[in-house]
């Protein structure tokens, strides 16, 4: 047997003030005493405010999801350029990049393996000539 009462919480809402509604305009016709429905009356007032304040609760949580997201966004659009002139720097040493992210070091990494293999394929490409993170000072 299909239960009668949604699931869904914005069809329960509206399907209870319609029943609320009704039972509460027909207690004569039905035979009802205001104390019969005197529990659901209080269960529905719990249920009103708790259901506003979730609702009120979700859209916040939306606005703010989208506020971090697009500080978000902003924040990496500053960061790889960044990064990028970071990578490409003679002065950022190995301690450097791996203090800063793992990541930044292990892109250079590959970057400078994909140059010397090129440079191996290809004796015209002029290669660095050893390390470039020898000693350097180091940025604090």
Avoid at 86 to 110: E, H, N
Wanted: contains cysteine; proline residues 6%.
């Amino acid at each position: 047997m299909a239960d009668y009462i949604p699931a869904a919480d914005a069809n329960f809402e509206n399907w209870q003030q319609n029943f609320m509604s009704v039972l509460s305009n027909n207690l004569e016709p039905l035979a009802l005493l205001p104390s019969d429905i005197a529990a659901m009356v209080a269960g529905q007032a719990v249920w009103s405010v708790a259901y506003g304040s979730h609702i009120t609760a979700q859209n916040a949580a939306k606005g703010a999801t989208q506020t971090k997201d697009t500080a978000r966004d902003t924040l990496e659009e500053e960061i790889r350029p960044f990064v990028q002139r970071l990578q490409t720097s003679p002065l950022l040493t190995d301690a450097q990049a791996a203090c800063a992210s793992p990541f930044v070091l292990r892109f250079q990494r590959r970057i400078e393996f994909a140059s010397t293999l090129a440079a191996r394929s290809n004796p015209s490409i002029p290669t660095t000539g050893g390390s470039r993170h020898s000693s350097r000072p180091t940025m604090t």
